[in-house]
Nanobody, 123 residues
Framework: QVQLGESGGGLVQPGGSLRLSCAAS????????AAWFRQAPGKEREFVAA????????VFADPVKGRFTISRDDAKNTVYLQMNSLKPEDTAVYYC????????????????WGQGTQVTVSS
């Protein structure tokens, strides 16, 4: 079993930055793929980024490439999403997820989810 909890969301102006954290519990997390998804009001949950258990493989969705980075610190059982040059269209609830497989781009491929953290980009 893996339990996930996100933090770091908030209100930021366009062009600003935020770093989201996902703290995990469970012995299997270090061998799991970790990912971030987001869901805006009225829209489906969409893939943002994923990092493999080793950290060697990383994938980003096209809308965030060049602006977001993902990293993991298995000693702290934590995954991070650094978001730079934020845009109003990045406004959404951001979810952390974990899976034992690489690479699922759809929510159905993930077994464990956090409760989400709100990110609002607005002036």
């Amino acid at each position: 079993q893996v339990q996930l909890g996100e933090s770091g969301g908030g209100l930021v102006q366009p062009g600003g930055s935020l770093r989201l954290s996902c703290a995990a519990s469970g012995r299997t997390f270090s061998s799991a793929t970790a990912a971030w998804f987001r869901q805006a009001p009225g829209k489906e949950r969409e893939f943002v980024a994923a990092i493999s258990w080793s950290g060697r493989n990383i994938v980003f969705a096209d809308p965030v490439k060049g602006r977001f980075t993902i990293s993991r610190d298995d000693a702290k059982n934590t995954v991070y999403l650094q978001m730079n040059s934020l845009k109003p269209e990045d406004t959404a609830v951001y979810y952390c997820a974990a899976s034992q497989v690489w690479l699922a781009l759809h929510p159905e491929g993930y077994d464990y989810w956090g409760q989400g953290t709100q990110v609002t980009v607005s002036s």
